[in-house]
């Protein structure tokens, strides 16, 4: 989105470094903006791409939202090569129904994660599945926020 949970994260460690995911070229700027005004533009990149599978959501933004016609579709291995990502120390999403494709047995993305911040739609699959899953691949859920079917989960690997 604008940078300002990256952000936050950067001011929590001197050393972190944050590679953000951003299809919508209507926040481009405002996420470089946050990052000139707290001074960490040489730690944050941000990546105008959709990563991964291809929601129906997606689809539905990109054939109706000029903000997202021209945003790159990436696999998630090239993501993680192209950014030489190799572990996270917190992975967060809200990627519109895309969550579920962390669960397809390709997806490297929460086995190289520690912590996991994420929003689940219920429009995308089975979240209650999804929480198990995060449990079954060792994460340990902190904190759950129901919203009607859908949720916000906080996930941690012991």
């Not at 949970?5 to 050393?15: E, I, V």
């Not at 997202?68 to 996270?88: C, K, N, Q």
């Amino acid at each position: 989105n604008m940078g300002n949970f990256s952000a936050l994260a950067l001011a929590s460690n001197s050393t972190a470094r944050v590679v953000a995911v951003e299809p919508g070229a209507h926040n481009v700027a405002k996420f470089h903006e946050t990052m000139r005004a707290n001074g960490f533009q040489d730690r944050a990149t941000l990546h105008r791409a959709f990563v991964g599978i291809f929601s129906p959501q997606q689809e539905s933004d990109v054939a109706t939202d000029p903000n997202y016609t021209d945003a790159e579709r990436v696999s998630e291995a090239d993501f993680l090569a192209r950014h030489e990502i190799d572990r996270i120390a917190f992975l967060k999403c809200d990627i519109e129904g895309s969550e579920y494709f962390l669960t397809d047995p390709q997806s490297r993305l929460l086995d190289i994660s520690d912590r996991v911040g994420i929003e689940i739609h219920a429009f995308g699959g089975d979240v209650k599945a999804f929480l198990a899953e995060l449990e079954r691949r060792g994460f340990r859920l902190e904190n759950v926020i129901w919203d009607g079917d859908d949720c916000i989960a906080l996930a941690v690997r012991d």
